[in-house]
């Protein structure tokens, strides 16, 4: 029986979408490829200070009780 090969882990990093619509720097990708060829996260519109905090584990729609 044949297998399939293993799904190894993206080495591209996951960008935010809604974050990157619109950007300049990515154009709306939300990654860039570096001079050396990496996909890396858009650092106009992907870094960590831009992120929103997380909502915590009730989403954004419940409230706690």
Known sequence: MAHGA???ASIVP???L????GGEVCRGWGTVITD???HE???AC?????RPEPMG???PYE???
Do not use: K, M, N, T
């Not at 809604?18 to 619509?21: D, E, G, L």
């Open 36 to 38: 050396d060829w990496r």
């Open 6 to 8: 293993d799904h190894a």
């Open 57 to 59: 584990h009730h989403g």
């Open 63 to 65: 409230q706690e009780q």
């Open 46 to 50: 992907q870094s960590a200070e831009r």
């Open 14 to 16: 996951r960008a935010d």
């Open 41 to 43: 996260l858009c650092p």
């Open 18 to 21: 809604a974050r990157a619509a």
